[in-house]
């Protein structure tokens, strides 16, 4: 395992919150396992705004103690078992929320303001069991009541790109959630396919979908870093190799041995 | 051509509750609705455009800004129609994604309410799709509320449920009741089989009718075209039906 990824999983220490992008939007899956090796515990995650794989293996894993998030899966290869299981034995604090709910949080972040209003919720059990949040009645309108939701502000954003240069900027693209988590996070992990001697920013057409380097912590160069997720733009998901982890993490011990096998890179065949 | 497969008969039933949308979402994990969605684009072809967004699709998603636009696009009222599934689903159009028993340490987790509690409240055509038609599924009362079906006068609501398709029937909602009316019963099914599959109660004629099948042009449509487009984000699920296919073929005769 590359020590740069060794490098940046040491950044994450116990109790801190983690933002991690939806399952298509890009997927540090190279980041998982240097996660794991070092073993800061007590996570509270953040999906922007479900999870999936990379979720379903930290809390298998045991270093996490809450989950924020709109949905867990591993999409179609089913239920994410690991988080299941947690959810079931109460080993995890479940934080529900719905997708547009944690989008706001982030965006209020962003911003440097203490909270967004939304829409819907009201009446749903999602809002029931959120203290957190709030409902006010609009004050510019009368007898319209209107949820609010707190900023979220995560410790560390993990994501996975296609590239990066030498000065750090993070090209992303259309997929925007990945700026927003980063200028929410106080520290943003990027790993990438692989890195440019250009600058991203010294052409339009790349400076429109670069995030840049302000934002960013750390950069690392892992190839296929999304797998067995994909990553748009580059290769697609490997719906087997879900299949095969959904399959073998329906118990601890089937979870295990898989890992023991998961380096977080395509092996070649 | 071999007779309509069943969930080729739910397919272009969803096509048909999509009549006249001008943009539809599908969310994660929805096969059925994003092939119904590109079925519907296919029959309008060049009479009006059919805008089609999938998430977790690269093809199929013109969106820009992230995964907040789709919600941000419903906000502003330019998103006609979307899809929810639901673990269960209650007579009040209730819709539970959570799971079953005692929140928060349910018996059985599901993955969780996506974006259900706004699309719901913003969306004016919602459809509920749940294949798997019990009384496990279709409850009197949900466990938990991901999506009330209903709200408050004075809650700000431009959307909600519509209908409800499973595999064995259709059901219209009329939320000043609020409740679900039958609609029409699926090939091979009645109206007894549907009594005993609800666990909820529900309107319906004394002769429930049938629910249309395809005709040869629009399966031609479904199994050329659409089954193509869908391959490339529900890989998997376009594969099984390719199969289901030929068996049909093979047989010579439908299932």
Redesign the interface.
């Known amino acids: 395992m590359a020590q740069d990824l060794r490098d940046m999983a040491r950044r994450v220490t116990p109790g801190m919150s983690l933002a991690l992008p939806?399952?298509?939007?890009g997927v540090s899956m190279a980041m998982t396992r240097p996660l794991i090796e070092h073993g800061a515990g007590g996570l509270h995650l953040v999906c922007?705004?479900?999870g999936g794989l990379q979720v379903d293996m930290l809390i298998g894993a045991g270093l996490v103690a809450t989950v924020e998030?709109?949905?867990?899966?591993l999409?179609?290869a089913g239920?994410?078992p690991r988080?299941?299981d947690a959810?079931?034995?109460?080993d995890i604090?479940?934080l529900?929320?719905?997708?547009?709910?944690i989008?706001a949080g982030l965006?209020a972040a962003q911003k440097g303001v203490p909270f967004l209003p939304?829409?819907?919720?009201?009446?749903?059990?999602?809002?029931?069991?959120r203290p957190d949040w709030r409902v006010i009645d609009n004050p510019f309108a009368a007898?319209?009541?209107?949820a609010l939701i707190p900023a979220i502000r995560p410790d560390v954003a993990i994501f996975h790109a296609p590239m990066a240069d030498r000065e750090g900027n993070v090209w992303i693209g259309?997929?925007?959630?990945?700026?927003?988590m980063a200028y929410a996070a106080s520290e943003t992990l990027v790993t990438v396919e692989r890195i440019v001697d250009r600058s991203l920013l010294a052409d339009e057409m790349t400076a429109a979908g670069t995030l840049p380097a302000l934002y960013v912590s750390a950069v690392a160069q892992a190839p296929r870093g999304a797998w067995p997720y994909g990553l748009?733009?580059e290769y697609a998901s490997d719906?087997d190799e879900l299949?095969r982890y959904a399959a073998a993490a329906r118990t601890a011990k089937g979870f295990a041995e898989y890992m023991a096998g998961f380096v977080g890179q395509e092996v070649p065949a | 051509m071999s007779a309509a497969l069943p969930r080729e008969i739910l397919i272009c039933t969803i096509a048909r509750l999509l009549d006249g949308v001008r943009h539809v979402a599908v969310g994660a994990s929805s096969p059925m609705p994003a092939a119904g969605a590109m079925l519907r684009r296919a029959l309008d072809d060049g009479q009006r455009p059919v805008r089609l967004s999938i998430l977790g699709s690269v093809e199929h998603n013109f969106f820009t800004n992230g995964s907040a636009e789709l919600f941000d696009s419903a906000g502003q009222g330019r998103l006609d129609a979307f899809f929810l599934g639901g673990g269960q689903i209650d007579g009040q159009a209730n819709v539970n994604l959570v799971g079953v028993g005692d929140y928060p340490q349910v018996k059985v987790r599901w993955p969780g309410s996506f974006g259900s509690a706004y699309l719901y409240f913003t969306v004016p055509r919602v459809i509920l799709f749940r294949e798997e038609h019990s009384p496990r599924v279709l409850v009197d009362k949900v466990d938990f509320i991901s999506a009330p079906g209903t709200s408050a006068p004075g809650v700000y609501r431009t959307g909600g449920p519509v209908a409800l398709l499973t595999g064995k029937a259709l059901f219209r909602f009329d939320k000043a009741r609020p409740g679900f009316t039958l609609e029409s019963v699926h090939p091979g099914h009645d109206l007894d089989e549907i009594r005993a599959a609800t666990g909820f109660a529900f309107d319906h004629a004394e002769t429930p009718a049938a629910t249309p099948a395809p005709d040869t042009a629009t399966l031609s449509l479904l199994r050329g075209r659409v089954l193509d487009e869908l391959a490339e984000t529900y890989p998997a699920f376009a594969a099984e039906w390719r199969s289901d296919l030929a068996a049909l073929t093979r047989e010579g005769s439908p299932a």
């Open positions: 939806v399952d298509y939007a922007v705004p479900t998030t709109s949905a867990v899966s999409g179609e239920g994410a988080f299941n959810v079931r034995q109460g604090r479940i529900d929320a719905t997708c547009p709910a989008h965006m939304i829409r819907g919720l009201i009446g749903s059990d999602v809002l029931a069991n007898s319209d009541p209107v259309r997929r925007r959630e990945l700026a927003a748009w733009g719906t299949m």
